[in-house]
């Protein structure tokens, strides 16, 4: 690889820098707002991604208002108000100021150093070198100092604990079932945004707006020629980043979220708790069975808001075919699907990206040219999935999209399904001669893997708004990148069954909701490996119940199903432990909101709400529910207690069921058992509460009580 050494500059605006490189690249510094600067390395060729679609601001789906389908110029500002800045020379560099941030240019070697515009350190390039171009692979590398006492958070759905330090892990979007969840990686997202907290305490992030796959390395690599250092590889993307400060996690957050076009706010039924397993739709008789189901919830007094159809109403033995119903299975769907409707229930149905070889409607998608295909023959690229082979949509062809589009009206929305799950859409296409039509501009495959899980939701999320124009629009997607948060729910992916998995998935939530994702969940139960026991599953009911999302999935090899009612002997306290969330679903639909218009995690690390707190940078079991509730679950098979740090800051904690007062800025040992969450609530806080005994309680219950604490 070849280092950038020497940067003249060569023009400047009101809030812009930009400086010629030796090879005739260009190196632009620019502040788009008082907290938020852009850095690009445009190559003299020009940008190998010359549009975006990550970057979105002042966007609003629901109102009609999005980035471009076709993808945003990638030097477009329009939606920015540029501040008020200073330039000035500092030595041979130049300074770039707001009244927040700046940033010192250093040209030999090329390297930039951030500070507040009070003068404090918040980062800086490597020193030695920084920037650096393969002409040989094409990837780019973009070196950063580090210090030991730094923390790192962030880039997705990433396992083990929150901080990052000291790990290398990917950016590459993989269908990881059964994943190792304290080391695995990568998983499902494509997330290059990265979340520090400085040495002295300040909070910064830095997204790479690429669709190429990303190494970070923060921290695991040392050279003995350069001080303490982390970097990001780019496999043959662009070099095209937006860095962030602020005082807390929150600040930096937020301005990242309105970078990316914010979070969309789902229909409060999408709050409930829903049940799914590929069991139930893959089976033989599979509508007599879902048929029992509805009338077994009924008969159980289980709280549930919607059913989840797994892809087995669409498969032929393992085989999978999209829009597609296997009528030996199903002989009347839309029935039972009025049925599921006369009870109260929704119904979500999986959808997946791939046609198999002998899906009915291949070759009409093939004659369409609507497949990922051979860049140099024009022949879709055949892959591996679910038992067979098959070519992938690309959803960068209109026609494809259509084609999508009229499926989904005609065979899901039409049969009376309301919502659509996107699934297997990670696009784990290898191969190199692979490409993406772009929408007239081919883009090679490595260039628009994640852009197809965006695409693809965001096509779904259109065809039900047109659907349905008068109902809020919800849709779920496992695999995507920056922006799918404007359109859908998402996930941690197929976990497995075991209390290794219970607990380091509450961290992957967390680190989801620290990068900006925030409507996520887990399979409550564990989706593969063995059948729950009793006690686990419920600590994982309990776990779960608060978080944004709430769906019991499983597929099991021995043909079990995780259901509320499955074991006896804690059948009451699991439906207990939904009921929960039913009791604080005003709350939860605040902190929807909140999401929705004000950019912040509706579950949280205890560091976001307490950044003082030095304490609460340690890894833990426990997190925040909004502002006002701490959730300590139990991950520890056997404990009926439990050790719980309240952080410092209000004048003392209070326990959400018994209101027993405790000190804040303490340990506390407090009784957890096997029908209890310990929930502790801080001083000041005041929670709507709702007393519904509905079976499936209505999402516009009034507020019976608002529990007030200290």
């Not at 996690?249 to 970078?259: F, K, N, S």
Request: glycine share 8%; proline share 6%.
């Amino acid at each position: 690889m070849k280092t950038f050494s020497r940067a003249t500059l060569s023009a400047q605006s009101s809030h812009a820098l930009q400086f010629s490189l030796a090879n005739g690249d260009r190196f632009g510094v620019q502040a788009l707002a008082d907290s938020l600067f852009r850095v690009t390395l445009k190559p003299a060729a020009g940008y190998k991604e010359p549009r975006t679609w990550a970057i979105a601001p002042g966007a609003q789906p629901a109102l009609g208002q999005d980035a471009p389908v076709l993808g945003r110029a990638r030097d477009d500002t329009s939606g920015f108000t540029p501040p008020v800045c200073s330039i000035s020379a500092q030595g041979d560099g130049f300074v770039l100021a707001t009244s927040s941030l700046q940033v010192l240019v250093r040209p030999e070697p090329l390297a930039l150093q951030w500070s507040t515009a009070q003068g404090q350190a918040l980062a800086s390039d490597r020193a030695t070198s920084a920037y650096f171009a393969s002409s040989r692979t094409g990837a780019v590398r973009h070196y950063l100092q580090r210090e030991r006492s730094e923390h790192y958070y962030g880039l997705g759905d990433k396992t083990g604990p929150l901080n990052l330090q000291g790990r290398r892990l990917r950016t590459l979007a993989l269908d990881a079932l059964g994943y190792d969840p304290q080391h695995g990686d990568p998983l499902y997202k494509h997330w290059p945004f990265v979340l520090t907290r400085a040495a002295n305490g300040l909070w910064w992030g830095i997204y790479y707006d690429t669709l190429a796959a990303c190494t970070f390395d923060l921290g695991q690599e040392h050279d003995n020629y350069h001080e303490l250092f982390r970097y990001v590889e780019i496999d043959d993307g662009d070099l095209d980043y937006y860095l962030m400060a602020g005082n807390t996690p929150g600040e930096v957050i937020a301005h990242y979220l309105r970078l990316i076009g914010g979070t969309a706010l789902p229909p409060r039924w999408s709050l409930g708790f829903a049940q799914t397993a590929m069991g139930l739709a893959d089976a033989p008789d599979a509508q007599a069975q879902l048929d029992a189901f509805i009338d077994r919830t009924q008969a159980e007094g289980v709280p549930l808001s919607s059913f989840h159809y797994g892809s087995g109403y669409s498969s032929r033995g393992k085989r999978r075919y999209v829009f597609t119903w296997n009528g030996s299975k199903f002989p009347d769907p839309k029935a039972l699907n009025a049925k599921f409707h006369a009870t109260g229930l929704r119904i979500v149905a999986n959808v997946k990206p791939c046609l198999l070889d002998d899906h009915p409607a291949y070759a009409q998608v093939k004659q369409l040219g609507g497949f990922v295909h051979d860049a140099q023959t024009g022949k879709p690229i055949i892959e591996q999935f679910w038992d067979g082979v098959g070519a992938h949509l690309d959803f960068t062809n209109p026609q494809a999209v259509a084609w999508w589009q009229q499926g989904l009206q005609q065979q899901v929305l039409g049969y009376g399904i309301d919502v659509a799950w996107n699934d297997n859409n990670e696009y784990s296409v290898m191969d190199d001669a692979a490409a993406s039509a772009g929408f007239g501009s081919s883009i090679p495959m490595h260039r628009s893997r994640p852009l197809h899980a965006l695409l693809m939701t965001r096509a779904t999320y259109e065809a039900q708004a047109q659907h349905a124009p008068a109902q809020a629009v919800y849709t779920i997607t496992r695999g995507g990148m920056p922006g799918i948060q404007r359109y859908a729910q998402t996930w941690s992916g197929d976990n497995s069954t075991s209390w290794s998995n219970l607990r380091w998935n509450i961290r992957t939530g967390l680190q989801m909701s620290l990068s900006g994702l925030f409507n996520i969940g887990h399979d409550v139960g564990g989706f593969a490996g063995p059948s729950p026991e009793p006690e686990l599953l419920l600590r994982w009911v309990q776990a779960c119940s608060l978080n944004p999302r709430m769906v019991m999935n499983s597929w099991k090899a021995d043909g079990s199903i995780n259901l509320p009612w499955m074991h006896e002997t804690v059948k009451a306290e699991v439906i207990a432990a939904i009921r929960l969330r039913y009791t604080l679903m005003p709350y939860l639909w605040q902190l929807f909101e909140r999401a929705s218009a004000q950019h912040e995690p509706i579950i949280r690390p205890t560091f976001y709400d307490f950044p003082d707190d030095a304490q609460c940078l340690a890894d833990c079991d426990d997190f925040m529910l909004g502002s006002a509730l701490l959730v300590a679950p139990v991950v520890e098979a056997g404990a009926r207690s439990r050790r719980v740090y309240l952080p410092a800051g209000p004048a003392a904690w209070f326990d959400f069921a018994t209101g027993q007062r405790y000190a804040a800025g303490q340990w506390h040992t407090v009784d957890a058992p096997l029908a209890g969450l310990p929930l502790f609530a801080p001083a000041g806080a005041a929670i709507p509460l709702a007393h519904s005994t509905a079976r499936v309680p209505l999402f516009d219950d009034p507020v019976t009580e608002v529990r007030r604490f200290g």
